[in-house]
């Protein structure tokens, strides 16, 4: 066997605490969209699934496992390998099949752990695995990267395939009950996941009461959400019943299974087939077709796509306005069930590159915004922090990428992104038990932003956009927010990086202060959950995220400039976020910036 091809294979994986992904089709191409994988791809699968046994029968010898993958083409064969270990080691997994992230992480609570094979929204031919344990999320990074080193010394053995091969070697019946179960395992994993959503849309709160209002203002102002599936996870989960169940219309576009049929990644410029089917339903006069979403291969990522009401055309939400939107309406729901006030502690959880309009909304309704670094898993184990610490942490998620995290899930959701929306505009003024007033989301946040003037009862998404604090953002997805660097180490990079920065800034100072008003800086680092404030030594982020904060006279936060190395794709990530409606301002500034990263790297 070919000790070399494998060793290769095994050097284009990246192992990140969000997930392990590579490029699992045989050609090698990222756009093929086989189903065949190679001898070393398969071997490659069956170590991952070992890594994972070994790590979940330290603390539990007779695990419960899930195992499940997203619409990729090679899903079934990756899923055939890891299963065929976990059997061989005294494991019967529960596969479930095609399953949405949030679907098997919210199964994953009523059992020991789950093994989900996916690459998010990368390329067809790519492929991953997520590992969880029983708290509804992937494993944190502390325990990820002690599994990623198991796996890599299983992996560094003479003959790797034949030892893969014999670590799979299972007893076929065994192997045919596991998907004959399949279907009874996967109307489980649906029937908990329903009743899970329910939990997380409607919090504490009565949720006949919460669906009521929903469904008596939908009655006068029918509401409809139109989904892009493109062969998804979610085509084979519970979005069109459960938005039927709550009295809501659902049309669905490309919602057969693996059914692809343009690039994954949610972002505008795939977000466009929503927005076509939404502009062609309002001209068949649908008007009840208001909000759309388009969901990533694994389903729980989904940006937005609403109807301009103002404009009578249907328009792309950007990504770090679909966060913004989502804490809005969470922190209104807050408000409106009685939980915000002087003596509370309520807290966000976001990524270091979400946009800083963040703390303007969190700042009307008393709550604190807490940044950890780029990742799903740091996000949410910093909402864990906060809530050991007394904070109650309704929202979460990553602003740069859109989409939110609700508790008590632990992964992104798009009906938690839509419900969030939803709940906005249906949650209307009411009456108290007293008789007295009781504002509805909407208007809460109208009060408490000072913006009353704003709040009118006939209002729709357009008239919550114009609300929002006011700031420009560099979009993930733009060309000009991915650079190619050749520095390995990141640390050694930042370190060149901070030479060229305090030479430039005060070769620019004079010019920044007359042009933007920007007089200071202040150095931030994000490694893990934690965030350090005011370093002087930019080379302690490693490959953490680097962020310079550009102020004020008065130490206010003008802009910043960040950047990171992505763990999960092969680029260096950077983003530019201005107070205000100032485009020149930020391109400007991630010139600059992406212009001193490039002379830092020479």
């Known amino acids: ?252 576009i490309n919602n057969e299974p693996r059914k692809i049929v343009h690039a994954i990644i949610p972002e505008p410029e795939n977000l466009v087939y929503c927005a076509n089917e939404m502009e062609r339903l309002q001209n068949e006069g649908k008007t009840d077709a208001i909000l759309g979403y388009m969901p990533d291969c694994d389903g729980d990522r989904g940006n937005i796509v609403f109807w301009n009401k103002k404009k009578k055309k249907a328009e792309v939400l950007k990504a770090q306005e679909v966060f913004a939107l989502s804490v809005l309406s969470e922190l209104a729901f807050l408000a409106y069930s009685g939980k915000t006030g002087e003596n509370s502690k309520i807290a966000v959880s976001v990524n270091d590159p979400t946009s800083m309009r963040i703390e303007e909304i969190a700042k009307a309704f008393g709550a604190l915004v807490a940044r950890a670094e780029v990742g799903e898993a740091n996000v949410v184990n910093r909402a864990r922090e906060l809530r050991a610490e007394g904070y109650e942490v309704r929202i979460l998620g990553e602003g740069s990428n859109g989409g939110n995290i609700t508790h008590p899930a632990a992964v992104r959701d798009p009906l938690n992104s839509i419900f969030a929306l939803i709940k906005l505009l249906a949650i209307k003024d009411g009456k108290n038990p007293d008789g007295s007033e009781k504002k509805g989301l909407f208007h809460l946040w109208c009060s408490l932003s000072n913006q009353e003037e704003k709040y009118t009862e006939d209002f729709s998404l357009i008239d919550v956009i114009e609300t929002l604090p006011v700031y420009t953002t560099t979009g993930v997805s733009e060309a000009r927010a991915l650079l190619k660097i050749k520095t390995t180490d990141h640390s050694v990079l930042k370190a060149k990086y901070q030479k060229v920065f305090l030479s430039q800034w005060d070769e620019k100072k004079a010019s920044l202060e007359k042009k933007y008003g920007i007089c200071n800086y202040e150095a931030v680092c994000n490694n893990g959950t934690k965030e350090t404030k005011n370093i002087t030594d930019f080379s302690i982020s490693g490959k953490g995220g680097l962020k310079i904060l550009l102020k004020d006279k008065n130490q206010n936060n003008l802009a910043f400039i960040w950047m990171r190395g992505s763990g999960t794709e092969p680029v260096f990530r950077v983003l530019c976020d201005v107070k205000g409606n100032n485009p020149e301002m930020e391109k400007d500034l991630l010139q600059w910036h992406s212009e001193m990263i490039a002379t830092a790297d020479n």
């Open 1 to 252: 066997m070919n000790t070399t091809n494998f060793q290769e294979a095994l050097s284009k994986l990246i192992l990140s605490a969000s997930g392990w992904r590579g490029i699992f089709a045989k050609s090698g191409e990222e756009e093929d969209g086989t189903t065949e994988i190679d001898l070393e791809h398969k071997a490659i699968s069956a170590f991952m699934a070992k890594a994972y046994v070994d790590f979940i029968k330290k603390t539990n010898n007779n695990p419960k496992i899930a195992i499940g993958i997203d619409a990729r083409p090679t899903g079934p064969a990756i899923a055939d390998s890891m299963i065929r270990v976990l059997l061989a080691n005294g494991i019967k997994p529960m596969y479930l099949g095609i399953t949405a992230a949030p679907e098997i992480m919210a199964f994953s609570h009523t059992i020991d752990g789950f093994i989900y094979i996916s690459a998010s929204h990368n390329p067809i031919g790519h492929n991953g695995v997520k590992f969880g344990k029983n708290d509804g999320g992937v494993i944190p990074g502390s325990e990820a990267s002690v599994l990623a080193k198991d796996f890599l010394s299983l992996c560094n053995v003479d003959n790797p395939i034949e030892k893969a091969e014999i670590l799979s070697k299972c007893d076929e019946n065994q192997l045919q009950e596991v998907y004959a179960e399949s279907e009874i395992h996967k109307k489980a994993a649906i029937a908990f996941y329903e009743d899970f959503s329910t939990k997380v849309i409607c919090g504490d709160a009565d949720s006949d009461l919460i669906f009521g209002s929903i469904k008596e203002t939908t009655k006068t102002t029918p509401l409809s959400i139109v989904c892009d599936m493109n062969g998804s996870a979610r085509t084979l989960s519970i979005d069109n019943s459960y938005f039927n169940k709550q009295g809501l219309g659902f049309y669905a």
